[in-house]
Structures are given as structure tokens and as C-alpha cells.
């Protein structure tokens, strides 16, 4: 059995790796590149495997950076089967389509001014249309059964706790008269995510490919972090403000909304309590994202999926995505108007790391106000503009404009979707037969770096972290058996080109609204 790693290798994002074994070579997960210009242009390069020997993939879960190059795959041949989760199927029949219009948006900027230029118009990695085809290669799987993909391939999904339909990938795989076990970690959630499950522990395996995202730190605790929360929106209401939240529209849009719902069942019976409750009751509160709207409709018809609370406040009758003042703005039009307004609210919007969408528009008019907070619930990428604003900048450029940050920013890192260090401890310990071998990927350096330490000292477990391109054979003495050449393409121009791609974006972004 060997697993070439094709993505996510000492990054958060592309997450794409090949195994081969038993005489079939399949994926587990392609997604997009996200983050700077130089990472998003790995996009538009060629998949380092021939995509006609790919017998089937497995995808772990909806998000982009995990699916988004499906439809490029669809695009070059790929016919084969695409197995995931039910919820998993159901969400990437609104992400894909909505990642196409955004490829095809992007593209169209471009080719206005290669037009002015008299030069060749570039073509989307892939469009609306070609994405919606995609979709007709999933099958959807529940979790918790052991699939026969071929008599010497089996496959089980568990629920990984990350988002709704996520999954941790167990992977028989039997060649040569030996049976060999190799799982992969998806996104690990934490055991205290509102609405979802804990992740599913692993009893054994014989090779680990792990995400490590936050393997050099600790998320503040649940009770914390919902008072935390409360503390935040209503200083900034009683002071006239509006909150901003950027948050990733499938997953941190639908736990936000479920713990508004769940203030009023709070134990504090105090005075103070019950004037911050009325006070954010009396406060509107608007998602604007169409894709954020459309995935809690995804949520709503899969409740069967939520944690037993979750399930208990459903059998009551409580819907955990609803409540008084919750508004959804679905046009252009409904979304300017909230910028229009001098009353305070509640704004959720995508993206989460305010590259790209409606958010930045909430920032332009809100990063500048002193009486506003913008408070972040997510992972934010390094070269990103979310990552600036969290890291201190006092001063931030928005649509080629330079605004002053005033606003109050706060960022409550117990929100994210991905286990911390305690939590992938935690996930390596709960194995009855420990891994063989651990392969790290889906983090940065200094991250994998602290978590590779932390295992090694606490288990004696080998860990290795992966570069791109290299293929593992996996058997009693692993090795290296191949490396894909790396053009290197980074220059001084290319670094010109990363700042004017920016620039493009705030640009185009500008154009839409």
C-alpha cells in the first residue's frame, strides 16, 4: 500500500492524497487551494496522478478546501464514484455550484482587462454548470457501516464532529494475503461543538494521516466562551454599536445561531443577566449570505444528526436555528440596506476570513467605529485580510480604500470546528491499537512542528510531516519511494502579482455589489 501526498502538506488548505492498494488507486478528498495568490494559482495546475487510473474517491467532508477541485476532476474525465456521507452529498449540492460562480466571476474580472490588453482570455478552473454536473458521481453513505468497495477494499465513515456529514475515514485495504489499516482523520472537531456530535474515537489502525490546524494550542472552554460571547455583543449594543460577525457560511453560521438560541435556557437568574438577555433579544439579528441561508436549510432536514441536547430542545419543539429577530438577507439590495441603518444588530457574513463577499462591505462600514466590535468565531489563514485585523493592524485596505481599525475586535477561538492539541491528543490516546506510523498534514509548520513533539514524547509513536509530492510505501520498514518535482515559481514578480491579485479581488468584489 502506498499514499502520495498531493495537497495540505505544511498548509491549512487542498487537501488531496492518492493511495493505491490492492491493484486500485483512489482519493481521499480534493479540494481547492485557499489563502494568497500564490497558493490559489495551484489551482489551475495539473493534477500530479492520471486522473483515468482513479478507480473511486472518498471525500471527508463539504468544505472547499476538502472538495472544491471536484469539478475540475469532472472537468478533465473523471466518471468514477464519489462516496461520502448523506449530509456530506447534500451540502457540496449547494458549495460546488456556489464555488463555480465564484471561479466564474473571478475569471470574467480577469478577462476584462486581458481584453483591454489585447491579450488571450483565461478560462475558469471550472464553472456553475460543470460543478452542478459533478454532482451526479456522489453517493451518499450513512455513518457507522462498513462499505465493500471491491473484495479487498472496505470502507467505513464516522462522524467526525467537525461539521454536519463530516468523517473520519476507517480504510481496510488486504494485498499479498495481508490485511492493512489505514485511517484518515478528516477535519477533527472539538467534544463540545454546539448541534454536532463528539468525534467518533478509533479503536486501531495501522498508519494515521492526522490534520493538525491547531496542534500547538488550546481553545478557551464552552462555559467561557458562551459568556464570553454575551459580554461581547451586549456592550457593543449598549453602546450603540453593531456587531459584525465574519463567519464561514456552513458550520460557525449555524452554531452561532444555535447558541442565540440557547441564551434564554441559561442558569443565571441574576439581574445583570436578565438585562443582557432582554437587550439581545430586542436586537435584530441578520445573516447575510445566500449560501449561509441555503446550508441551514441543509441543517434543518438533517437533525437526525445532532448531539442527544440538540436532539432533547427538537423533541420540545425548540428548532435550535430559530428565534425571535433572526433575519435572513438574500439580495443585494436586502444586505446594502443594513449598512443604510443607524439601529444596532447582529450581522453574520461570509467569508470568514473576510477575503471575498458581503462581509467586506460590513467591514468598510463598520471596522472604523469605535462603538462597533467585529468579533471572529474561525480559523484565519496567514494573507488573509481577517488574518491582519485578529494579528493587531491598525490600519486595513477594503476596495482600495485604507480604513483605521477603531472597531473593537475580539476573536473567541473556542468557536473554531477543529480540535485543538488536547483534542488530537486525545484522538491518538483513544486508539486500543495504536498507529504504527502518523503522518501530519492539514496544519502549518509551527503547528505540526509543537503536535509531532507532543506525540512523540507521550506515545513514541513515529510522526512524520509530509512535503508535497512525496509517496510513502507502507509496510514494517516505511520509506519514501517517490517525490513529484516542484517547479519553483516564486520571484519578485510573482510577489507583484500576489499584491495586484489582492487588489483585484477588493476590486471585484466592489463590482458585484
Same mark, same amino acid.
Given at each position: 500500500m502506498k499514499v502520495t501526498f498531493c495537497g495540505a502538506t505544511k498548509t491549512v488548505t487542498g487537501s488531496n492524497f492518492l493511495v493505491e492498494g490492492a491493484g486500485k488507486k483512489?482519493?481521499?478528498?480534493?479540494g481547492l487551494y485557499q489563502g494568497g495568490a500564490k497558493d490559489e494559482?495551484?489551482?489551475?495546475?495539473?493534477? #500530479?496522478? &492520471?486522473? &483515468?487510473? +482513479?478507480?473511486?474517491?472518498?471525500? /471527508?467532508? =463539504?468544505? +472547499?478546501?476538502? $472538495?472544491?477541485?471536484i469539478p475540475k476532476l469532472y472537468k478533465e474525465g473523471y466518471r468514477n464514484p464519489i462516496y461520502a456521507t448523506n449530509a456530506t452529498c447534500d451540502l457540496c449540492a449547494i458549495m460546488l455550484p456556489d464555488s463555480g460562480h465564484i471561479q466564474e466571476t473571478e475569471t470574467e474580472w480577469k478577462n476584462r482587462k486581458r481584453i483591454r490588453r489585447g491579450e488571450e482570455e483565461l478560462v475558469p478552473i471550472y464553472d456553475a454548470e460543470t460543478a452542478a454536473k459533478s454532482l451526479e458521481l456522489f453517493k451518499g453513505e450513512p455513518y457507522n457501516q462498513i462499505i465493500e468497495l471491491d473484495d479487498d477494499i472496505h470502507v467505513r465513515f464516522n462522524d467526525a464532529g467537525h461539521m454536519l456529514g463530516s468523517s473520519t475515514i476507517?480504510?481496510? +485495504?488486504?494485498?499479498?494475503?495481508?490485511?492493512?489499516?489505514?485511517?484518515? $482523520?478528516? %477535519?477533527?472537531?472539538? &467534544?463540545?461543538?454546539?448541534?454536532?456530535?463528539? #468525534? /467518533?474515537?478509533?479503536?486501531?489502525a495501522d498508519f494515521l494521516v492526522m490534520?493538525? /490546524?491547531?496542534?500547538?494550542?488550546?481553545?478557551?472552554?464552552?462555559?467561557?466562551?458562551?459568556? /464570553? !460571547?454575551?459580554?461581547?455583543?451586549t456592550d457593543t449594543i449598549k453602546n450603540g454599536g453593531t456587531v459584525v460577525i465574519p463567519s464561514f457560511a456552513v458550520g460557525r453560521t449555524q452554531e452561532i445561531l444555535y447558541e442565540l438560541n440557547k441564551i434564554k435556557d441559561s442558569e443565571d437568574d441574576s439581574p445583570e443577566f436578565e438585562r443582557k438577555y432582554r437587550l439581545l433579544m430586542n436586537t435584530p439579528v441578520y445573516v447575510d449570505s445566500p449560501l449561509a441561508i441555503s446550508a441551514t436549510e441543509v441543517f434543518k432536514e438533517n437533525m437526525d444528526l445532532f448531539d442527544e441536547e440538540t436532539q432533547e430542545l427538537i423533541k420540545r419543539g425548540d428548532n435550535p436555528l430559530e428565534f425571535p429577530g433572526l433575519k435572513f438577507t438574500q439580495t443585494?439590495?436586502?444586505?446594502? =440596506?443594513? &449598512?443604510?441603518?443607524?439601529?444596532s444588530a447582529i450581522i453574520i457574513s461570509a467569508s470568514g476570513m473576510c477575503d471575498v463577499g458581503r462581509i467586506k462591505h460590513h467591514l468598510k462600514h463598520n471596522i472604523w467605529n469605535p462603538k462597533s466590535t467585529i468579533l471572529f468565531v474561525g480559523y484565519q489563514a496567514p494573507g488573509t485580510l481577517g488574518y491582519e485585523i485578529v494579528n493587531g493592524a491598525k490600519k486595513v485596505t477594503i476596495f482600495g480604500e485604507e480604513f483605521a481599525v477603531n472597531a473593537r475586535i475580539e476573536y473567541i477561538e473556542g468557536y473554531s470546528?477543529? =480540535? %485543538?492539541?488536547?483534542?488530537?491528543?486525545? !484522538?491518538?490516546? $483513544? !486508539?486500543?491499537?495504536?498507529?504504527?506510523h502518523i503522518f501530519l498534514v492539514h496544519g502549518e509548520e509551527e503547528s505540526q512542528e509543537v503536535l509531532r513533539n507532543k506525540i512523540l514524547e507521550n506515545t513514541g509513536i513515529g510522526v512524520t510531516i509530509p512535503e508535497y509530492g512525496e509517496t510513502y510505501q507502507l509496510d514494517d520498514e516505511l520509506r519514501i519511494v517517490n517525490r513529484i518535482k516542484i517547479k519553483k515559481t516564486l520571484t519578485l514578480k510573482n510577489e507583484v502579482l500576489e499584491r495586484l491579485e489582492?487588489?483585484?479581488?477588493?476590486?471585484?468584489?466592489?463590482?458585484v455589489m
Open positions: 483512489f482519493l481521499v478528498d480534493c494559482i495551484k489551482n489551475e495546475e495539473p493534477f #500530479p496522478y &492520471n486522473i &483515468n487510473e +482513479i478507480d473511486f474517491m472518498l471525500l /471527508t467532508h =463539504a468544505h +472547499i478546501d476538502h $472538495s472544491g477541485r476507517e480504510i481496510w +485495504i488486504r494485498e499479498n494475503g495481508e490485511n492493512k489499516k489505514i485511517v484518515f $482523520s478528516g %477535519d477533527l472537531g472539538n &467534544n463540545d461543538i454546539p448541534l454536532l456530535a463528539e #468525534p /467518533t474515537m478509533i479503536q486501531d490534520e493538525s /490546524t491547531y496542534g500547538n494550542r488550546l481553545h478557551i472552554k464552552n462555559e467561557n466562551k458562551a459568556k /464570553t !460571547f454575551i459580554n461581547i455583543v443585494v439590495e436586502e444586505s446594502k =440596506a443594513l &449598512n443604510e441603518s443607524d439601529e470546528g477543529h =480540535a %485543538d492539541q488536547e483534542w488530537l491528543m486525545n !484522538f491518538v490516546y $483513544s !486508539f486500543y491499537n495504536k498507529p504504527k489582492k487588489l483585484k479581488d477588493e476590486l471585484a468584489d466592489m463590482e
